[in-house]
C-alpha cells in the first residue's frame, strides 16, 4: 500500500525523539496560554496587598514589587509572546515568499530590484533595525508584529527564490507554460506546493527569533508596555541585584519560559528539517 506525504513525514518525525518531546511541551505552552483567563487565580494587572511575596499556596509563583500575581502574569504573556512570534513569522513569511516566487521566476529586472532590497535589508545589523524601529513607532503588540514582520522577510525570500530558480526548469513548469496556463496559476498552485517544507523548516527558525526579539524589545522598555505583561518586561522588573539575589520567583518563571519556547522551537524545526528530507534514509 503506497504511503502518503504525510503519514511518511509523522512516521520519520516520531524518530526524533527531542522533536517529539518538544512538540508536545510547545502543544501544552499554547494550550495554558489559550485557556489563560480560566487558569489564572488573579488578574494579572491587580495590586494585591502582598507586594514581592514568595511562592504560596495563594500565588502560586509568588508576587511582583507592586503585588501582582507573577503565575497569571506568566500565563498571560505567555500568550503575548507566542502571539507576536506566531503572527509576526507568518507576515514575514509571506511577503517573502511573494516576493522570492516573482524574483526567481521572472528573473531580470524584477530579480533584480528584489534581490537588492533584500541585500540592502540584511546588511543593516538586525539588532539594530529592530531597536531604531521600537524608537520610532508607538510600542505596541502589533506594531512590534508589524516591525518583525517586516524586518524578517529577507531570509525567507532568498529560501524560496533559490527554491524557484531550480524548480522553474522543471518539465511540469514547462508543461503548464506550454499549455499556456496563467502565471498566478503557475506561481501559486505549481511551484508554490513544492516549496512549502522548506518554508516551514525556515518559519520554526523565524519565530523562535522573533520570540526573543519580542523579549528583548519589552526588557529594554521599546515592546510591550505596562501593565499588559509579556515575558520581556517581567523580565525588566527583575534587574536589581537585590531581586536576582533574594527574589528569583520575579525572573527564573520568565526566562525559563523564554529559554523553552525557543529551545522547543528549534527542536521541532530540526525534527521537520529531518523528515521532509527526501534524501532520509528510511
Same mark, same amino acid.
Given at each position: ?20 518531546? &518538544? ?10 496560554? #489559550? $485557556? ?20 504560596? +499556596? ?6 511582583? /514589587?507592586? @503585588?501582582?500575581? !507573577?503565575?497569571?502574569?506568566? $500565563? ?10 506566531? $503572527? ?9 515568499? !511573494? ?6 521566476? %521572472? +528573473?531580470?529586472?524584477? =530579480?533584480? #530590484? ?22 520610532? %513607532? ?7 508584529? #508589524? ?6 522577510? *529577507? ?15 522543471? =518539465? %511540469?513548469?514547462?508543461? &503548464?507554460?506550454?499549455? @499556456? ?11 508554490? *506546493?513544492?516549496?512549502?517544507?522548506? #518554508? ?17 524589545? &519589552? ?5 510591550? /508596555? *505596562?501593565? /499588559? ?9 527583575? /534587574? ?13 518563571? *520568565? @526566562? ?10 528549534? %527542536? ?5 528539517? =529531518?523528515?521532509? =528530507? ?5
Amino acid at each position: 500500500m503506497h504511503e502518503s506525504f504525510a503519514h511518511s513525514v509523522w512516521r520519520r518525525f516520531k524518530r526524533h525523539k527531542a522533536g517529539v518531546v &518538544s512538540l508536545i511541551i510547545l502543544g501544552i505552552i499554547i494550550l495554558t496560554a #489559550i $485557556l489563560a483567563p480560566v487558569l489564572a487565580r488573579h488578574d494579572p494587572n491587580a495590586i494585591n496587598p502582598a507586594f514581592s511575596s514568595a511562592p504560596t +499556596g495563594e500565588y502560586w509563583l509568588g508576587t511582583d /514589587q507592586m @503585588g501582582r500575581d !507573577v503565575f497569571s502574569r506568566l $500565563l498571560f504573556g505567555t500568550r503575548v509572546s507566542l502571539t507576536v512570534g506566531v $503572527l509576526s513569522t507568518l507576515l514575514a513569511t509571506s511577503i517573502g515568499t !511573494v516576493l522570492g516566487l516573482l524574483a526567481g521566476y %521572472f +528573473g531580470g529586472a524584477v =530579480d533584480m #530590484i528584489i534581490m537588492r532590497i533584500t541585500d540592502m535589508i540584511m546588511s543593516f545589523p538586525y539588532i539594530m533595525l529592530i531597536l531604531v524601529a521600537g524608537v520610532i %513607532f508607538k510600542p505596541s503588540m502589533w506594531m512590534i508584529i #508589524i516591525i518583525l514582520g517586516l524586518i524578517d522577510w *529577507p531570509g525567507v525570500a532568498r529560501l524560496v527564490r533559490g527554491e524557484v530558480l531550480s524548480l522553474r526548469e522543471k =518539465d %511540469f513548469v514547462h508543461s &503548464s507554460e506550454i499549455a @499556456g496556463m496563467p502565471k498566478s496559476y503557475i506561481l501559486f498552485s505549481e511551484i508554490l *506546493p513544492n516549496c512549502f517544507a522548506p #518554508i516551514l523548516i525556515f518559519g520554526t527558525g523565524v519565530m523562535a527569533i522573533s520570540i526573543l526579539d519580542e523579549a528583548s524589545l &519589552s526588557f529594554l522598555g521599546m515592546g510591550i /508596555q *505596562p501593565p /499588559q505583561a509579556s515575558l520581556g518586561n517581567m523580565l525588566n522588573g527583575a /534587574q536589581s541585584i537585590t531581586v536576582l539575589t533574594s527574589m528569583p520567583w520575579l525572573w527564573l518563571p *520568565p @526566562g525559563l519560559m523564554i529559554v523553552i519556547l525557543v529551545v522547543c522551537t528549534n %527542536f521541532v524545526g530540526d525534527a521537520l528539517r =529531518d523528515a521532509m =528530507d527526501p534524501n532520509a534514509v528510511e
